[in-house]
């Protein structure tokens, strides 16, 4: 409430009128990484952190937009033609506003002023909490009907088209459906959405932050999915039926996986087996089987590093040093990789020592400082009442 109330004496200091405030949820996944855009299974929570947006409408066709937290302003005009010029934080907020548009929402001018306590960079889809929040602000702005799979499908629009990232879907239904004390198994093909309570009595859900976020990371991403495709292209000669990875069953793969040279055979063996672990940890996170969904994490992990190659030696040493914890059921990274954060399931009891040792042991063997947050599952987007 503080943070809101401490946005909304800027917004009146910028703008001398009240705002409306919104928010979205940043993401953790739990596990099913890069099965997303493979038409697969995710199970991510919204986490207790959000993107604030103070709104109101504005003049003509101007966005003008100012972020507390980079302490920079940037004036969006609608009735001129995108420049690729545009600031990397902004083309977000051109990107799903202009994309909404298109969908035939009559967006006019707006006020905006934004801050947020989810981590840039880290690998908690701060970019998604953004769009999110962002696009559900102006739509409430303009009167219309918040159709939020539309909204979501507009913000994953923005990151292909604006920020050049082919990323699935997951980030952005998580910021729009999350719930409170509940995982969300999401179906990605038919984006349908089974609230999983999480039955983890006596644990918490524990991100470390790496700080490092390797450069690769974006071309890299966009070279995984096109290996998945390569993949299904050619295992469609002896299964013509499947569209994608998903529709590949872990025995098929393994009747087949001799038509994949590498490195797409592994790949697509990544995707394969990920569906299936992530399907088995919903089943036993309802049934509040703690151990088992911490040891297909571990599994989630080796295939991400071995089989994907989308981890990086500062994150398999955070995992490597909570492993050694006392009280940890699972660790793996989650997120898109190459830097960015892990999440952990530690036992309440030792959530101190947890932290305390895993952050000395990181900067010892790294030399970089690391970080750690304890975080709850929490609501998708909303606008905030008083």
């Known amino acids: 409430m503080a943070a809101i109330e401490e946005l909304k004496k800027v917004f009146r200091g910028l703008h001398g009128e009240e705002p409306r405030v919104f928010s979205a949820p940043g993401r953790v996944n739990l596990i099913g990484e890069h099965t997303d855009y493979n038409d697969g299974f995710v199970l991510p929570i919204a986490v207790n952190r959000r993107t604030l947006v103070a709104a109101a409408a504005g003049e003509n066709q101007l966005i003008r937009v100012h972020s507390l937290d980079l302490d920079e302003q940037a004036t969006i005009d609608l009735s001129t033609e995108y420049s690729s010029d545009t600031p990397h934080w902004v083309s977000y907020i051109e990107g799903v506003t202009r994309l909404l548009q298109e969908q035939g929402v009559k967006i006019g001018g707006a006020k905006l002023a ?91 859900i524990v991100v470390c932050d ?34 994608a990875l998903r529709d590949v069953s872990p025995e ?15 790949r697509c ?45 500062e994150l398999d040493i955070m995992v490597e040093l909570a492993r050694e914890q006392e009280g940890v059921a699972g660790a793996r990274m989650t997120g898109g990789g190459f830097g960015g954060c892990t999440v952990n399931l530690v036992r309440t009891s030792l959530l101190d020592q947890f932290c305390k040792s895993v952050m000395r042991g990181y900067e010892q063997r790294t030399g970089i400082r690391g970080l750690s947050y304890v975080v709850e599952a929490g609501d998708g987007v909303r606008e905030e009442s008083f």
């Open 114 to 204: 934004i801050r947020s306590d989810v981590p840039i960079g880290s690998g908690m889809s701060s970019s998604a909490a953004l769009e999110m929040s962002v696009g559900f602000a102006l739509v409430n702005l303009a009167g219309a009907k918040v159709d939020l799979i539309q909204l979501a499908l507009a913000a994953q629009k923005a990151e292909h088209i604006y920020a050049g990232a082919k990323v699935g879907l997951m980030d952005q239904l998580a910021a729009a459906f999350g719930q409170k004390e509940h995982a969300l198994l999401i179906d990605c093909r038919s984006l349908s959405r089974t609230p999983i309570k999480l039955n983890i009595t006596g644990t918490q």
């Open 210 to 243: 790496t700080n490092v976020k390797h450069e690769l990371a974006a071309s890299a991403y966009n070279q995984r999915r096109a290996e998945c495709e390569q993949g299904v292209g050619l295992l469609q000669q002896k299964l013509p039926e499947i569209r």
């Open 252 to 266: 098929e793969f393994e009747a087949f996986k001799d038509l994949l040279p590498e490195p797409i055979r592994r």
């Open 269 to 313: 063996r990544h995707v394969v087996t990920e569906n299936e672990r992530t399907l088995r940890a919903a089943t036993v996170l309802r049934e509040g089987n703690v151990n088992e969904f911490g040891k297909l994490m571990l599994q989630s992990h080796q295939s991400l590093r071995d089989d994907y190659e989308v981890s990086c030696p």
